[in-house]
Structure formats: C-alpha cells, structure tokens
C-alpha cells in the first residue's frame, strides 16, 4: 500500500515527524515498510533553462549547439538534436551529474569537437505523461509555460515533492489498505488525533429513486448496494492535486469523474464505479447472478462468457458490469457523459477471487475487494466522492441514497477480563495502559474495577473477535520488547525426532545421491491432461484423480496419482534449457482415492521417480541403479516385460516382489517425449514403490563371513524361443541348481545364422560355492546336468 506522506497530513499531523522515526514506529507496530520512496532523488540535478541561442553544429547536419540559461543564472552550451525547440522557450536541463527515472546518469559529453554540457529532456526522459504536464507526450523536447521560473529544480515544477512509503499489510488488516486506515494506524502509535473532516456536499430536491431503480437479487454474494446520482456531469481534466496524488501511488489520471473513483479507492479503500445513466436500460440497476453463457464485453474490450455462479451487475437487458471487477465497454464515463450513477458495494469476496481466475480478468478494484471491504466503507465513500462533485462543481447532486443492506450493521462486542489479556501476553499491563491504547484504535472499551472488560469493536476492525484479537492489539502498540523471557513452569519436553519410515526413506534418497542424482521437489497438484500426454489407457486407476474445486490454473488441477509426469516435466525443462546431461528423482506421495466423488480421504502413497538422461545413460544404466537401491534394502525383485504405453515396449520392464508390482521403468516412448516437448533424445524414467521397499527393508543382515574355499565358474550358453526372457531363463537355473549356486550373470545374447530362426543364444556365468569343502568336477557336473534337464522340461532349452 503505497502512502504518500502529504496525503497522510489531511488526517493525523506527521509534519513535524521524521520519514525514519514514523517508518520505525509502523514497523513495531506490526507492519512492513517495503520502500521509502523519495520523489525528488527519482530526478536529481534536473533544472530549467531558457534557450538563449540556436545554432547549426558545424561538424554534425542534424545537431544545433544552444546556449542556455540555468541554475543560479549560469550559461551552458547544449549540444541536441531536438527539432521543436526555438530561442526564448524553458526547457528541462539535466547537467553534468544528473540522474533520470530510469537510472539513466548525465555527463559533459564531447558531439563533434564540441562539448555539451548536458541534455535537454522530453516527457520520456522525466517519466511523466500528458496528465502530468501538457506537452509531456510530444516527440522532442518538452517546453514549459512562459511564466515558468528559470534555474528552477524540476521537481518543484513538476510537483515531485512528496515521499512515499510502502507498507507492507498483513491480510487480516484488510481496513489498512487505505489511506485513513493506515493514517489510524499513525495516530495510535504517535499518539495524536486522527481527523476525518467533515463530508459536505450541496444537493438539489429531486429524488434519487425518480432517476434509478435498483433492485439486488442475490443479497449473499452482495449484502449492500449503494448508489447516488448526479446530473448535468462536467467531464473536465481533475485539479492539481488529485492528479499528483493519484500518480504517487501508480494511477494515471483520466478525467475527472474516473479520477475521483480512483481517489476514493486509495482513500477510503472503497471501490467504487461510476455508470453513465444512458446507456442503463429503463434506468435501472439489477444485481444479480450471470445467466449460462451470457456474454458481457468488459471495458478492456474482451469478450466474457459468464456462468450462473457469476455476478454482475445488469440493467433490464443486458449486463452492463462484472460485479466488483469491471465494467462493461458501453458503461463508462465518456466526453458526452451528462448524467452518472455512482455504485458503492460490498461483494462476497471469495465469489469475486472466483470470477476474476474464471475469467482472467485483473483490476484495483477486484484486487482490493478480494482482500476485503468492510461495512462502514460504502457510505463514507459515497459521500466523498459526493463532496469532490461539489467542490470541483462537476455536477449537481439529488438527495439520498439508494442503500439496499440486507441486515443491520452490528458492531462485535468482546467481553473478556484484564488478567485474561495479561495471561495471554505472559506480563502485566496495567489496566489503564490496556484501555488506552484499546480506545486510541477506536476500539471503545472500558474496564470496571474488578477487572472485567468489554471492547466494543468499529465496523471497519471485522479482524477484532476475542481476547487474543485484543490482546494482539495491545502488545504490538505496548512493545513486543516489553515480553519478559521466562522459564516453561510445570512443562515436559519432549524428544522429537524422524520417524523409523522417515528414516529409512532418508536412506532411499541417500543412496540415489550417492548414484549422482538431485533430488527435486514439484506440486502435488499436476495438470488434468497429464494422463493424456502419457498415453495412459482410459480404464487406467491412475486416471481417477481428484480433482480441485479452486485449482491455481488449469495446469495444477487434480492430485496426482503418479510422479512419473512431474520428473517428466522437470527433465523437459533441463533438456530444453540445454542441461542434457541429468540425473533427477523425487520421493513423495501420491493420492489414489477409492471412489469419486470423495467420501473419505484418499489413500496417500510414497512414490520414488527417478530420471535419466545423457549420452552415456541407457536402459541398463537405470536397472543397475534399481538393483543397487534393492541390494542396500534386501528388496528381492524380478522383472517381466511391461506393458506401461509411456514405456517403449521392447525397453521398459516391470519390478515385482512376488505377485506385487512394486514399479516400473525403462526407455520413454519417442511419442511421449514429443508430448513434453523433447526431441532427439532418449530419456529413462522409473517409478518404485517406496511404501513397499521401506516397509519390507532388511534392518538386520546375518553375518556370513567369506569362504575358505575356492568358488568354481561355468559358463553356459542355451538356445532358446526368441520371446522367452532371461529372467525365466534366470529362474528355472535356480530352481534346479541346488544350494551350491552363488551367483548367476547374463552375459551375452546372440542372434544369426547359426542359430535358428525364431530362436536366441542366452550366455550365462554361475558360479558354485561351498562354505565347508572344495567342490569337485564331480558334484559340479551333476548341478549342470541338473540345471540343463530343467532347462529341457521347463522351457524347452538346449545346450549350444
């Protein structure tokens, strides 16, 4: 909230108070200050000067050397280029030294031999525009009026005088995005009065409800609805000091009656709209909710489809404004505007948040109402703007009010005891000090003798509801530095720590760290389309997402019930940042519901995904990183071929402990990857189950120590059907073998013209070991014949 320290003035007296000492106190008091801005150091060794001389560069066709007048009646020479200046004008002069807007320094510069000792500015320059001075936009140098003083700072011509200072406002203190609420907020912490002058304003005797009608037919989404009217409207440029104002704190100045909506906005904190009354059909107002599919062209001149949880504001025909938003094309303020309604109202802010993300539709106003108007805000906004209409005498102003509030304002009463605050606080504020500071926020509130208390909250304080309400409010105006440290009395400690599954999942990701991989951390809410982009089956579970009543955007919409698209994603945007080399996994959970719509919550399950890519990775790199986890956990896994459609189908393996699938992984499908936009590059994905994995992890192993005895190595190699896999091959060796095999190793495939066709040569390494004897030729041969009878029976295989 921008807070321009003259406009601060017109309700509590800072004059005699430093910039620092008033920021220090806001600070304490609970609040940010982001940025004291200065004006005058935004342009700095900028004066005017009036143009003595013109003359031709004698080295340069397009340049003119001037001599000018300046600070304190010096001469300068001027090197420029600018067309639209001629002797006798004042224009602004940057000297040597001097600093624009833009950060942009000044210096003697050399042009041709000759020195300039300066530069002439235009409105550009200055960062002013035509609502600021006239002239300010043209293509050149800007020129001053005649009577413009010489060798004046700029600043003081312009009216860039001012600081501001930007403050930082929690979202429980919605009434301190506004100029009187933070001039409350330095009156309590100053200690001195806070005024808010006296709303006058001339009317005529004709009646409001004989030029408007207005009926509202949703009072939740709008509990109140004001509305004045004002006839034969004067569109005129705003004065002085409401365009400066106005530009302090980021708004440009359109006309008047905008410009006073505006004020009022930054004032009061009101957001206001002002209608021109004949483009409102049969004069009349309807508040109510947006028929499917009704269409309302806003005033940015985009079209909007509505729905039926949509208000707007309607006349009998048509919609002529998005509720609390913007208005619609036809209903502003123009030059030909001769008579206007001016709307103050309070929305129902969360249906405002939801409008505007439907719609993608941004504005003060809707911003402003999104943090939160009080009650009290519409009236006294009604009448500013109201006394701004007569004391620029912009229009005549009808009697009344139209206010259509659903139910009486009431004030929220907390009734507590002074010990109750102290006991909260931990120290002992004195009853008086309580009540002091209490009322210096408005907070009506007295304290009888035995102790108890009673608060009396404004209507703008919604955030005062119970004696830790209040007891904030004391402490922060008390000092925070006032609250004595003290020991806990009669309280046990409590050792924290990780959990044994939190533990064994540290251990999990330490051991991919240890493979070179990052771990990286995504949303848990990932796009709906993301089972689209991983050509996932209809029927797939992983589908049955849950999806977000509110999401962020249409990419954060649903629950994830897989990781594999969020590690697809983070390794998309590595490889198209030019990262082609990476290692990435992340551990998290996944919400796989049992029924849509949600009747209890969803099952939640820890998911490992991890992600390979670079020259030297491929589909074994992957699967040796896999066993490498297994092995630290005692995971026994075999793979089969899968079927996942993410998965390139002669590449990809599925992971299963038993009859349990505990996770997939393998080469990307190419069509895949041209879904998230990677091209010509082979990437490797997995995702395990890390529930499985943690759960089933070996936390003890028996020592064996290493044999006396030599192993002995066979190596075998079987002709096999070309669609039989190794690990059957694997599995039928040890089912045959006997207690004597250690260790098997595939080592080669073999396919050509010595094999027949429709068939493979599987190579494989055992080795046979004994603990308590040295193996003979003997019992090795009996364990081979054994293993080649079953490869016989079991799937058909011949010894090559």
């Known amino acids: 909230m921008k807070l321009p320290i003259s406009w601060l003035n017109d309700f509590v007296t800072v004059k005699d108070v430093s910039v620092d000492d008033l920021s220090a106190k806001l600070v304490n008091a609970g609040f940010e200050i982001e940025e004291i801005i200065r004006q005058r150091d935004m342009r700095k060794n900028i004066f005017t000067a009036k143009v003595l001389s013109i003359k031709k560069h004698p080295e340069a066709d397009k340049l003119d050397v001037c001599g000018v007048v300046s600070k304190d009646g010096k001469h300068f020479v001027i090197v420029t280029g600018a067309k639209n200046i001629k002797e006798g004008d004042t224009v602004p002069l940057a000297l040597d030294g001097a600093e624009l807007p833009n ?80 001039a409350r907020e330095a009156a309590a912490v100053l200690k001195r009065p806070f005024t808010l002058k006296e709303l006058k304003y001339k009317t005529i005797p004709l009646k409001i409800k004989d030029y408007i009608n207005v009926e ?197 009463v907390v009734k507590t005891t002074a010990k109750k605050i102290n006991d909260i606080l931990g120290i002992t504020v004195p009853d008086k000090i309580i009540s002091n500071i209490l009322n210096s926020l408005e907070i009506a509130t007295t304290i009888d003798k035995n102790g108890n208390l009673t608060a009396e909250a404004p209507l703008f304080r919604e955030d005062i509801l119970n004696a830790n309400d209040l007891s904030e409010e004391v402490i922060r105006l008390y000092g925070y530095d006032k609250i004595v440290p003290t020991l806990l009395n009669d309280a046990h400690q409590t050792r924290g720590g990780k959990s044994t599954f939190q533990k064994t999942n540290e251990r999990l990701k330490n051991a991919l760290i240890g493979c070179g991989f990052n771990e990286i951390i995504s949303f848990s809410f990932i796009t709906g389309k993301a089972f689209d982009l991983l050509k996932l089956e209809q029927g797939d579970i992983r589908r049955r997402a849950i999806k977000l009543l509110n999401p962020l955007s249409e990419d954060l919409s649903v629950m994830r ?60 790199t992957l699967k040796g990183i896999i066993e490498n986890v297994f092995d630290i956990f005692g995971t026994a896994a075999a793979y089969v071929r899968s079927k996942e459609a993410y998965l390139h189908p002669g590449r990809s393996a599925d992971i299963y402990a038993g009859a349990i699938k505990i996770g997939s992984f393998g080469e990307v499908h190419p069509d895949v990857l041209k879904n998230y936009g990677i091209k010509d590059k082979k990437v490797f994905i997995a995702e395990l189950d890390s529930d499985y994995i943690i759960n089933s992890a070996v936390v003890i192993r028996k020592f064996r120590a290493a044999p006396k005895f030599p192993s002995v190595e066979r190596d ?85």
């Open 716 to 800: 075998l190699a079987v002709i096999i059907d070309d669609t039989t896999d190794a690990s059957t091959v694997v599995d039928v060796i040890k089912k045959y073998s006997g207690e004597l095999l250690e260790k098997i190793n595939v080592f080669d495939v073999f396919k050509g013209s010595q094999i027949p066709e429709g068939k493979k040569s599987l190579a494989l390494s055992l080795v046979f070991q004994s603990y308590d004897r040295t193996l003979n030729d003997a019992e090795i041969k009996a364990c081979t014949d054994n293993i080649i009878g079953g490869l016989k029976k079991e799937i058909n295989g011949e010894l090559r």
């Open 216 to 412: 509202v037919k949703d009072d939740v989404l709008c509990p109140r609805y004001m509305a004045a009217y004002v006839k034969d409207v004067k569109i005129a440029e705003s004065p002085i000091y409401i365009k400066k104002r106005l530009r302090s704190v980021g708004i440009k100045s359109i006309n008047n009656i905008v410009d006073i909506t505006n004020y009022i906005l930054t004032e009061i904190g009101q957001p206001m709209h002002a209608f021109d009354l004949s483009f409102l059909a049969q004069s009349k107002i309807i508040v109510r909710r947006a028929a499917e599919n009704e269409e309302i062209i806003s005033l940015d001149g985009k079209s909007n489809i509505l729905n039926g949880n949509m208000l707007v504001i309607a006349d009998a025909e048509k919609p002529v404004a998005v509720a609390g938003i913007m208005g619609g094309l036809k209903s502003g303020i123009n030059a030909d505007t001769k008579n206007i309604v001016f709307e103050s109202a309070r929305f129902k802010r969360d249906s405002i948040r939801k409008t505007s993300k439907a719609l993608n539709l941004k504005s003060d106003s809707q911003a402003r109402y999104e943090k939160g108007v009080d009650f009290l805000s519409q009236e006294l906004a009604l009448k500013r703007a109201l006394s701004l209409i007569d004391e620029l005498n912009a229009g005549v102003i009808a009697e009344g009010f139209v206010d259509t509030l659903a139910h009486p304002l009431k004030k929220t």
């Open 103 to 182: 950060g942009k320094k000044i210096g003697d510069t050399v042009f041709r031999g000759i020195t300039s000792q300066g530069m002439f500015c235009g409105g550009e320059e200055l960062a002013i525009t035509e609502s600021d001075y006239k002239g300010a936009s043209v293509n050149g140098v800007l020129i001053f009026d005649k009577d413009t003083p010489v060798g004046a700072d700029i600043n003081d011509v312009l009216g860039f005088d001012d600081i501001i200072l930007d403050v930082g406002v929690t979202p429980n203190r919605p009434d301190c995005n506004s100029i009187i609420g933070l």
């Open 561 to 620: 019930t897989t990781l594999t698209h969020s590690v697809l994603n983070a390794a998309a945007y590595n490889i198209n940042k030019g990262n082609a080399e990476i290692r990435l996994f992340e551990s998290a959970v996944v919400y796989l519901p049992d029924i849509l719509p949600l009747k209890k919550l969803p099952n939640e399950k820890t998911r490992c995904a991890l992600v390979i890519a670079g020259e030297k990775e491929d589909f074994y």
